[in-house]
């Protein structure tokens, strides 16, 4: 069945660091793929989506790309900020459904 | 913006309890979900629906029944509840391409 995997459970940074958290699905075909961030006492919000192989997505300075050769979604940003300290999650979804599965998320922690 | 609101917010109950956490959405979404949340679990799906009178099972649907009454109101029912269905509810909506709205979810607490 489809999953997705995130490597890490919590990233600890200090401003202006470079961050990658790691997210690898398991599907068949071409799923869609997001990245979702949830702050503190709120609901998860929709960051970015990619359909195809090799498409970007991208979304307040964070991105990621579809590599279906890797199966990954790796999110990235080049500078992070204290406000960037949220849960970060990894999901896949189909259209033929609307169904979503998110991965474990990511807990995001950084120091001024 | 899709507006979704969840009530009760808060809620503590025994256990063998009854609970219905509600759900409304009022953007004309066709699709509404509820999922729970677990330390460790991430988001898991419990029931979801394609429109008013339709139900599907998720990933984490056992003790969990789902209704959803109209096109904006969707509601999950614990029909006995245990402390491990304590945990924090969340209900969200999509227009379709898996793009969900999620609420600001439901602390629920199984003594």
């Known amino acids: 069945g489809d999953s997705v995997t995130q490597t890490e459970g919590q990233v600890a940074l200090s401003e202006e660091d470079f961050l990658t958290i790691h997210c690898n699905y398991s599907?068949?075909?071409?799923?869609?793929l997001f990245w979702y961030v949830q702050y503190p006492g709120e609901g998860p919000q929709f960051l970015f989506r990619?359909?195809?192989?090799?498409e970007k997505g991208s979304s307040r300075g964070f991105e990621a790309t579809y590599d279906k050769g890797t199966t990954s979604f790796h999110l990235r940003k080049a500078s992070v900020q204290e406000s960037d300290s949220a849960v970060y999650y990894c999901?896949?979804?189909?259209?033929?459904?609307?169904?979503?599965?998110f991965g474990d998320g990511t807990q995001l922690v950084v120091k001024p | 913006e899709a507006a979704v609101t969840q009530s009760p917010r808060n809620k503590v109950t025994v256990t063998g309890g009854n609970v219905t956490l509600s759900c409304r959405q009022t953007?004309?979404?066709?699709?509404m979900y509820w999922y729970r949340q677990d330390t460790g679990h991430g988001l898991r799906l419990i029931h979801y629906?394609?429109?008013?009178?339709?139900?599907q099972i998720g990933d984490v649907p056992d003790g969990y029944k789902a209704t959803r009454t109209t096109q904006e109101d969707f509601f999950l029912l614990l029909e006995l509840a245990s402390p491990s269905q304590t945990s924090l509810y969340f209900c969200?909506?999509?227009?379709?391409?898996?793009?969900?709205?999620f609420g600001e979810g439901s602390r629920l607490i199984v003594v």
């Open positions: 969200a909506s999509s227009e379709g391409k898996n793009t969900l709205y």
């Open positions: 599907a068949s075909g071409y799923p869609a």
């Open positions: 990619a359909s195809r192989d090799k």
């Open positions: 999901a896949l979804g189909r259209n033929s459904n609307n169904r979503i599965f």
């Open positions: 953007n004309s979404h066709n699709y």
């Open positions: 629906s394609y429109g008013a009178g339709n139900l």
